[in-house]
């Protein structure tokens, strides 16, 4: 499998920095699913922190950064969120803030990364399930528009990621994984057709009308994953996570 340059990737956010320091940026998208092409595009998703004097002042700062460019000959796409925000974003459910804390594909190594993961963890609860089932319906709406391989492998992932998740607690976005784990063997076949082909390369109708029976029996799974699973209604660590932001808030700098 094709890694992502991360060097490449540090120059990119060095030279678009978010509106504070970056805590975390997770190489996301295609080279996390385990499925990138020749002529994939680096999707960039993390954690900004806003300096302090930011949050207090009349006018607070952007939750948001975005950049889209192409970079050394490569298209690169950053997303970061403030760390409140992505704490919010977190504990109601968001399966984006966990992948990208879970990435292996990490730009910015060390202590806070973990500390980071720690708080995740007492994050995930039942509400993640909301994510990947809306995540699921929208991936199989868009594949029907425009049959592709790539958009099929997002319906594979988005669903295997969040039964896994539902059942296991554990965070796992890799469809090479995921597949021959959960039975889909044949969904490998698919990933070396993208492998081989280009980032947007149609999906044979045949193909297509075999991978696209498969949706019911991944909709009721993930129904019956969040009908059996061991995690918590409500995400259990809200507190841990407001005394650690607050701790880190005032923190002398």
Same mark, same amino acid.
């Given at each position: ?24 940026? &997770? *190489? ?10 020749? %002529?994939?595009?680096?999707? !960039? #998703? ?23 460019? /192409? ?5 690169? %796409?950053?997303? =970061?969120?403030?760390?409140? #925000? +992505?704490? =919010? ?33 007492? +994050?995930?609860?039942?509400?993640? +399930? ?18 592709? *391989? @790539? =958009? ?6 988005? $669903? ?29 076949? !698919?990933?070396? *057709? #993208? +492998?081989?082909?280009?980032? @947007?390369?149609?999906?044979?109708? /045949?193909? %297509?009308? =075999?991978?696209? &029976?498969?949706?019911? $029996? ?27 932001? @607050? *701790? ?6």
């Amino acid at each position: 499998m094709r890694e992502p340059d991360l060097a490449r990737a540090r120059r990119f956010v060095a030279a678009h920095p978010p509106p504070g320091a970056p805590l975390v940026v &997770a *190489v996301t998208g295609a080279h996390l699913y385990g499925f990138p092409s020749e %002529d994939s595009d680096v999707d !960039l #998703k993390g954690i900004h922190e806003a300096p302090v004097e930011s949050l207090v002042g009349l006018e607070p700062p952007p939750e948001t950064h975005d950049a889209l460019r /192409d970079f050394e000959g490569v298209e690169h %796409d950053l997303t =970061t969120q403030e760390l409140r #925000k +992505a704490f =919010t974003l977190l504990l109601g459910g968001n399966g984006n803030l966990l992948e990208q804390l879970f990435s292996p594909f990490q730009l910015y190594e060390g202590p806070v990364l973990e500390e980071l993961r720690e708080l995740a963890r007492g +994050a995930l609860s039942r509400r993640h +399930a909301r994510h990947y089932r809306g995540f699921f319906g929208g991936c199989q709406r868009e594949h029907g528009r425009e049959p592709r *391989v @790539k =958009t099929m492998l997002y319906a594979y992932r988005v $669903a295997l990621t969040g039964i896994h998740l539902l059942r296991t607690g554990e965070c796992e976005a890799n469809l090479r994984h995921l597949a021959p784990r959960y039975g889909h063997d044949d969904a490998l076949e !698919l990933i070396a *057709v #993208k +492998a081989r082909g280009r980032e @947007k390369g149609p999906l044979a109708p /045949d193909l %297509d009308a =075999t991978h696209r &029976a498969r949706w019911p $029996a991944l909709e009721a799974d993930l129904d019956e994953a969040l009908a059996t699973s061991p995690l918590p209604d409500e995400p259990p660590g809200r507190e841990a996570i407001d005394a650690w932001l @607050k *701790v880190r808030r005032l923190a002398p700098r």
